[in-house]
């Protein structure tokens, strides 16, 4: 269960605060796995970043007992002047994962990075960049992964390799899910959150929240 306790948030600009949430109270419940769903601008990737902690709210907090992932295919936290190794080293270290070495051989398998793995990060494309930082976040085990547009990573058949790992997560973890891929929702989701003018509307059965997100 995630707890969203008077939670404020806005963006200032020349006109003023832009509120995104404004007081908000919500709890998000356990044992779903939930699409985000909401018009563009509804503040998704705001809520997506607040629940991830990558970013503050401007009053108010996020409560919650769960380990959440970071965004599974954001290099966030990914050092470039550290090799791959690491990385996933020093990754897996702040997350309390207890066989290192295990671990760091693990994100090597998975992210198909070869010797390049102990290359440093400013060496890598963007690709390879995001499929370390998928590997590092799949081979945690999580409470909740937080997935955005995570199956667009790297070359087809990488691609079909993450969405494999995620969908078998997602049989014994709980996932919160932004894209714009209703085929993809419909895969990995049960139940949905509508974000409509800086309210949330939980959804326990996800072809309910699509027609209601249909009529936004």
């Not at 992932?69 to 936290?77: E, F, K």
């Not at 929702?185 to 049960?190: M, Q, S, T, Y």
Request: aromatic share 10%; charged share 20%; with cysteine.
């Amino acid at each position: 269960m995630i707890t969203l306790n008077s939670l404020t948030k806005f963006y200032p600009s020349e006109l003023g605060n832009q509120y995104i949430f404004q007081d908000l109270n919500f709890t998000i419940p356990a044992g779903h796995n939930i699409a985000i769903l909401g018009s563009n601008g509804s503040g998704k990737s705001t809520l997506f970043r607040l629940l991830a902690g990558s970013e503050y709210p401007n009053k108010g907090k996020v409560i919650t007992d769960k380990s959440i992932s970071w965004p599974v295919a954001l290099a966030t936290g990914i050092h470039p002047q550290m090799t791959g190794r690491e990385n996933t080293r020093f990754i897996g270290r702040v997350n309390g994962v207890q066989n290192l070495d295990e671990y760091e051989e693990k994100v090597k398998d998975f992210a198909e990075l070869g010797i390049k793995y102990d290359l440093p990060v400013r060496s890598y494309s963007s690709g390879m960049r995001s499929r370390l930082a998928f590997g590092c976040c799949v081979a945690i085990d999580f409470d909740i992964y937080l997935i955005d547009e995570a199956t667009s990573v790297g070359d087809q058949k990488f691609r079909k390799k993450a969405k494999t790992a995620l969908l078998n997560k997602s049989q014994t973890a709980n996932v919160i899910m932004v894209s714009h891929d209703m085929k993809e929702i419909k895969e990995f989701c049960d139940s949905a959150i509508i974000l409509h003018d800086g309210q949330l509307t939980f959804y326990s059965d996800l072809s309910h929240a699509l027609q209601a997100y249909e009529q936004l």
